[in-house]
């Protein structure tokens, strides 16, 4: 599981489309931990990649929509580190 990890944060992950604004936000949030090698993230730090990687979208990587839908999540895995 590491190797693959390392591969998908080495590799992939400098690919130009793997996070782009014609995914989903959950799929591009999902991604962007990949490219981050899993490493925990603030909202403001999720939000703020998110916003670079997918264009300026301002509104599906506020800090308010992306804990609602990481709160909700339930197909991603993504849960929150205390």
């Known amino acids: 599981m590491a190797d693959l990890l390392e591969g998908i944060k080495g590799c992939c992950s400098k690919i130009p489309d793997?996070?782009?604004?014609?995914?989903?936000?959950?799929?591009?949030?999902?991604?962007c931990f990949l490219a981050n090698g899993n490493q925990p993230?603030?909202?403001?730090?999720?939000?703020r990649q998110l916003r670079n990687l997918r264009g300026g979208d301002t509104h599906s990587t506020s800090t308010q929509i992306l804990f609602r839908l990481l709160s909700s999540d339930n197909y991603y895995?993504?849960?929150q580190v205390s």
Request: with cysteine; net charge negative; hydrophobic share 45%.
């Open 77 to 79: 895995g993504l849960c």
């Open 18 to 31: 793997f996070i782009t604004g014609e995914i989903s936000i959950l799929e591009s949030v999902f991604r």
């Open 41 to 47: 993230l603030t909202l403001e730090e999720l939000g």
